[in-house]
């Protein structure tokens, strides 16, 4: 077995010397990959009630963040403040912490129904990686970005005046920098939250962190949304989430699904190997 590179030597252990010659894991398993396409699914209310759980959540995200975007705005509008437009607003800092803290809590709450995506990139990765359906996948994004209108609709029934004047609260190229910079910075930045969503839910980390509370596993996700937009929000407002951007520039949809992909890449066939264990797989059968 010379041939097996020792970083995935350490995660499998070969059963030949039973006859089986064959790899199987030490502490843990990998889901069987999804169907392609699985119709069964459109039987099964626990479907329904996982869209639903999508459609929820990311209503609650889009209002909660939306509202806090356009509240700092208003509170930084020399017209609307002129006290102190520097320290009478929530600032940067403070969008980031709501948009983090939104995503930890609803991922947290949804994650036993739904897988608690919340975010169409990874969805489109977790599609990639053959861990949902076509038709799940595609009835998941649907449901994010209504639920995203609705959210809209919600903060523009509330606060209508503040809503039209801010933009909604929609994210746009900050001045000074091009679109290549923003589409770049928008791939990288789904590249951080896709793959930390990947690392902190891979099953080897499940199995050997079983006594780590559940929470700990949505606390990264969250952080690392707080640290994109820290890191992003003063070039394109932050998108890293199409249903975010819902009808705004293409930058804000492609950028993320890109950054999807390459996460999809770089943890399936780089960290967790497949490609190598497809080929010790194929090599023990033959």
């Known amino acids: 077995m010379k041939w097996i590179p020792e970083h995935v030597a ?6 030949a010397e039973q006859g089986g010659g064959e790899f199987s894991a030490k502490d843990y398993h990998d889901p069987p990959p999804a169907p392609l396409i699985n119709f069964d699914e459109l039987t099964k209310w626990s479907f329904y009630r996982a869209c639903i759980a999508e459609f929820i959540a990311t209503l609650l995200f889009l209002y909660v963040t939306v509202l806090t975007v356009i509240g700092h705005k208003v509170q930084t509008d020399p017209a609307k403040n002129t006290v102190d437009q520097d320290c009478g607003s929530v600032g940067i800092l403070g969008i980031a912490w709501a948009f983090g803290g939104m995503i930890f809590i609803l991922v947290y709450c949804t994650a036993g129904i739904s ?3 919340i975010n169409p990139a990874v969805t489109f990765r977790l599609f990639l990686g053959r861990k949902v359906s076509l038709i799940r996948a595609i009835m998941y994004m649907v449901a994010q970005c209504l639920g995203a209108i609705c ?8 606060q209508k005046t503040y809503y039209n004047s801010y933009g909604g609260g929609a994210n746009e190229l900050q ?13 990288i930045g789904t590249f951080v939250l896709v793959y930390t969503v990947f690392s902190a839910t891979d099953p080897k980390r499940s199995a050997r962190d079983s006594h780590v509370p559940v929470c700990a596993g ?13 890191a992003t929000i003063p070039i394109t407002g932050t998108g890293i989430n199409p249903a975010r951007s819902f009808g705004a520039a293409w930058m804000f949809w492609v950028g993320p699904f890109i950054g999807a992909a390459i996460a999809a890449f770089y943890h399936q066939y780089i960290l967790r190997a497949a490609a190598i264990k497809a080929l010790g797989s194929f090599r023990s059968n033959a």
């Open 10 to 15: 350490k995660d499998i252990e070969t059963t």
């Open 175 to 187: 001045p000074g920098f091009n679109k290549g910079t923003g589409f770049g910075a928008e791939i």
């Open 151 to 158: 959210g809209c609709g919600l903060v523009k029934a509330f």
């Open 218 to 230: 949505t606390a990264p996700i969250g952080f690392a949304v707080f640290m994109v937009h820290l």
């Open 115 to 117: 897988g608690g995506h």
